[in-house]
């Protein structure tokens, strides 16, 4: 009887030493996964979060949705912040009236606006396409219908450069600065790589998949002027590379970006979801993704 009865308390105890293990695992967010690939990220819910604000009600009420000024955006909440920024990203502002998919029909392909006053002539066009990740049908399709000459760019694939008829391959980065990575990959700034291959000339179509590293890059290129002249613009935005939740630190400063390219005549005409990265949100409940493929043409 007695060795019954230790048994039993064995058994309660492990039991009960179990309940407190997977209550300090798990206290509702997803902070002990891979911290490399999901970064923790910790949502806490005011009392507004759960309802809408006033200035959320305006938001989801307007058909079209322009972003308020910077010192606006730093006061308001990470809710706030949030709705804004996806009812933004996935609202057209620009009604094109011929769009065109080059590429792949999926992932790997990308539209771009072909009206008139955007459309790509082979005597004058040259197209930058950052992130291959071994697909070229982009580039390829840009050449075979317009004639441009494409150079593409993926220091990933491990590839020397070559040049097959007017695609030109380069196995260099884009980044905010020139440097050389722990992945001993080549990143150079978007004026640096221009003047390494001698282009003065508008580059007429800026494809961009590179996986974060776009936050940095758009600031750069727009504080240098080298936007100028380009008219379509396709950028895939990633507020993170999987799918947990982002808080005001990540949607602020996109935002900002977001209204920095509204400001210089930027508009989006496409605009999709990557549904690898969808999460839904903590406070709102409501079905979300990380990562956005965007398709701009310049209007100005």
Request: with cysteine; glycine share 6%.
């Amino acid at each position: 009887m007695m060795q019954l009865g230790k048994r039993h308390i064995s058994l309660c105890l492990g039991l009960l030493l179990g309940v407190i293990l997977l209550y300090s695992l798990y206290d509702g967010s997803d902070k002990h996964e891979d911290k490399k690939d999901h970064p923790e990220v910790r949502i806490i819910c005011m009392p507004d979060d759960y309802i809408d604000t006033p200035f959320i009600k305006q938001v989801r009420k307007n058909e079209t949705v322009i972003l308020p000024e910077v010192a606006t955006l730093e006061a308001l909440s990470g809710e706030e912040l949030a709705v804004l920024y996806h009812r933004y990203i996935e609202n057209l502002q620009y009604m094109c009236k011929r769009k065109v998919r080059l590429g792949q029909i999926d992932d790997g392909g990308w539209d771009i606006c072909d009206e008139d006053r955007f459309r790509l002539t082979e005597e004058s066009c040259i197209v930058y396409s950052f992130g291959i990740n071994n697909d070229f049908s982009f580039d390829e399709a840009v050449t075979k219908y317009y004639g441009c000459e494409v150079h593409s760019f993926d220091p990933s694939m491990n590839m020397d450069d070559f040049t097959k008829g007017k695609i030109h391959f380069h196995n260099l980065g884009i980044s905010a600065r020139d440097e050389v990575t722990d992945d001993k990959w080549n990143l150079l700034r978007y004026n640096s790589i221009r003047s390494k291959l001698g282009h003065k000339k508008n580059i007429s179509v800026l494809k961009m998949d590179i996986e974060i590293y776009e936050w940095e890059v758009l600031p750069d290129i727009i504080s240098t002027g080298d936007l100028a002249g380009t008219y379509n613009l396709v950028v895939e935005f990633h507020l993170a590379m999987s799918s947990p939740e982002q808080g005001k630190d990540k949607y602020l400063p996109a935002l900002k970006l977001l209204k920095s390219l509204y400001d210089h005549g930027y508009r989006i005409f496409w605009t999709h979801q990557n549904k690898w990265c969808q999460f839904v949100s903590k406070c709102k409940q409501e079905l979300r993704t990380n990562c956005h493929e965007v398709n701009f043409v310049k209007i100005r």
